[in-house]
């Protein structure tokens, strides 16, 4: 499975994302700018964390416009797996191309600890390596994780089982609503996340919980 | 040359913790009696043209592609 790493000014997590997919598929990810309107044949696109234009306007709304956002809608489109994990996250949802949106820090603080996450949906391209319910441990380190949607959006994402992955009790650091902390599209092909799976896939990082996302979704036998 | 204000406000029911930072701030210098504090944002633009009415479409569509998250926000446009 081929991956590609998109990168943006500000994005500073775009070395420890290329590190961890190396590490897990045996490939190096293909690097893509943002002015990029052709991206290499891959299976899997993913838009790393950081402060993307120094989170200015709104977090992630600048880099969703950039024009190598119009290529990864249209691969999406195709069905190529997209990851947003972090400043991702918020560029995929500024993008359109997830539902809700994402708000300051209900403690209007950063965060940056350890939280543990529930998989909600284990039936995804990008938690198959999981089991539905399992709780796994995850680092977080965010300033605007508040997942926020409206009634009716929050309703069918629920329904249709698009929340992937929640905070589990006790553990929401942000206020999200619903202790939302990941969230795939309708089609199940495109997910983001707040959380930083990529920060804790070896014994180094003191666990390997983040592992099974990567494995699931390079479809690579889970260590 | 137009000269063009937009207002930025989040929805109602959107949950604002730093109006609500504010709130508390206040109140604590002694301001009382504020029911609630809600922050935006401005946006002062100039446009090279004379024609108000397509200045007024394109503002709309700036607000909608960019300057308001209408997931959770609310603009108006006025001119000075």
Redesign the interface.
């Known amino acids: 499975m081929k991956s590609a790493v998109v990168q943006l000014p500000g994005l500073n997590r775009d070395r420890d994302m290329i590190a961890a997919l190396t590490k897990i598929s045996g490939k190096a990810p293909v690097t893509v700018w943002q002015t990029e309107t052709d991206i290499p044949d891959v299976d899997l696109i993913v838009i790393p964390g950081g402060f993307s234009y120094g989170d200015y306007l709104r977090c992630g709304a600048i880099a969703a416009r950039m024009p190598v956002m119009q290529a990864i809608k249209a691969k999406a489109e195709k069905g190529v797996k997209v990851l947003g994990v972090c400043n991702g996250f918020q560029i995929l949802v500024e993008a359109g191309l997830l539902p809700g949106a994402l708000m300051r820090n209900a403690s209007l603080k950063f965060v940056c600890r350890e939280i543990k996450l529930e998989v909600v949906n284990a039936e995804t391209d990008f938690t198959r390596a999981y089991s539905k319910g399992q709780v796994i441990r995850s680092p977080v380190a965010h300033h605007d994780g508040n997942y926020f949607a409206d009634a009716e959006t929050l309703k069918t994402i629920e329904g249709n089982g698009q929340v992937v992955f929640r905070y589990a009790e006790g553990t929401n650091p942000n206020g999200s609503m619903n202790d939302i902390a990941g969230v795939m599209n309708a089609e199940g092909n495109v997910l983001g996340m707040m959380p930083h799976p990529e920060n804790l896939i070896e014994a180094a990082h003191g666990g390997s919980d983040g592992r099974g996302l990567f494995a699931s979704a390079l479809e690579v036998i889970a260590a | 040359m137009i000269k063009a204000r937009v207002t930025v406000t989040l929805k109602n029911g ?2 604002d ?2 109006g609500k ?1 504010i709130e508390g701030a206040l109140g604590a210098l002694g301001f009382d009696g504020i029911g609630q504090v809600r922050q935006g944002k401005v946006f002062d633009l100039q446009i090279e043209s004379a024609d108000k009415a397509k200045a007024e479409e394109d503002l709309k569509a700036m607000c909608e ?3 308001a ?1 209408t ?2 926000e609310n603009y108006s446009i006025s001119f000075a």
């Open positions: 959107v949950l913790p730093q930072a592609k960019l300057l998250n997931v959770i």
